[in-house]
């Protein structure tokens, strides 16, 4: 088992541009979770999916952010425009019910 | 509502130390409870779980019982290890009746633990 997949590791851009974040679960996790982690604010449930479904998506911080997950294996997080604030390392995870999460290695977004 | 408080850190201990992390929780009938780790540039692992009153979870030397007199599951360790240091996310699930789980995390307690 690979584990919760993530790309890119890192991704360094410029304020104003797109940024496409990637998440491949673990294979039958029904449940996928995106944070965001900052020395700030700590570890913040962005939006979670389940079969594929968005289920609660209270967590985004605006509306230059939105997630989509087409299939059971694979998820994206997109920042459109993106701005420095948006600069933080981003976390998958997947869960299969009563087994708590497994995480990706983390995306490490700098916005400049 | 659901949620997880923890001990401040940071905490900075010497090795082969004894550990105390302490973790409350607030939530609704039973819980699953859990200890995640977060080592320096990497994801949270799940490090050990209890899911019922007076079950002790335990990995890698590290321990916790489920408390639920005193709502707590504080992570204890007799003796660290340089290799320990890491940030520790006490977490709990609230069992409701749907096919997901929506962990609760704690805010995390770094431990650095020096030579």
């Known amino acids: 088992d690979a584990g919760v997949i993530q790309s890119p590791r890192h991704e360094v851009t410029e304020m104003g541009q797109e940024v496409t974040l990637r998440c491949k679960p673990i294979?039958?996790?029904?449940?996928l979770f995106w944070y965001r982690q900052t020395m700030m604010r700590g570890l913040e449930l962005l939006i979670y999916f389940n079969n594929n479904v968005p289920i609660d998506d209270s967590g985004m911080p605006e509306d230059r952010f939105s997630a989509k997950m087409p299939n059971a294996s694979f998820s994206t997080l997109k920042i459109q425009p993106s701005e420095p604030r948006d600069s933080a390392v981003y976390f998958c995870?997947?869960?299969?019910?009563?087994?708590?999460?497994?995480f990706g290695s983390g995306t490490r977004l700098t916005v400049v | 509502g659901n949620s997880v408080t923890q001990m401040e850190g940071p905490v900075t201990l010497s090795e082969e130390a004894f550990l105390t992390i302490n973790c409350t929780y607030t939530?609704?009938?039973?819980?699953?409870l859990f200890w995640y780790v977060q080592y320096p540039g990497e994801g949270l692992q799940l490090l050990l779980k209890a899911t019922k009153a007076d079950d002790k979870g335990s990995n890698k030397g590290f321990e916790a019982t489920y408390r639920k007199e005193t709502t707590s599951f504080h992570l204890e360790k007799g003796s660290v290890q340089v290799s320990d240091s890491a940030v520790y996310f006490c977490a709990l699930i609230q069992p409701v009746k749907t096919s997901y789980d929506k962990v609760i995390f704690g805010p995390g307690t770094s431990l650095s633990v020096i030579p």
């Open positions: 294979s039958g996790h029904n449940s």
């Open positions: 939530a609704t009938g039973y819980p699953s």
């Open positions: 995870a997947s869960s299969r019910t009563g087994y708590g999460y497994t």
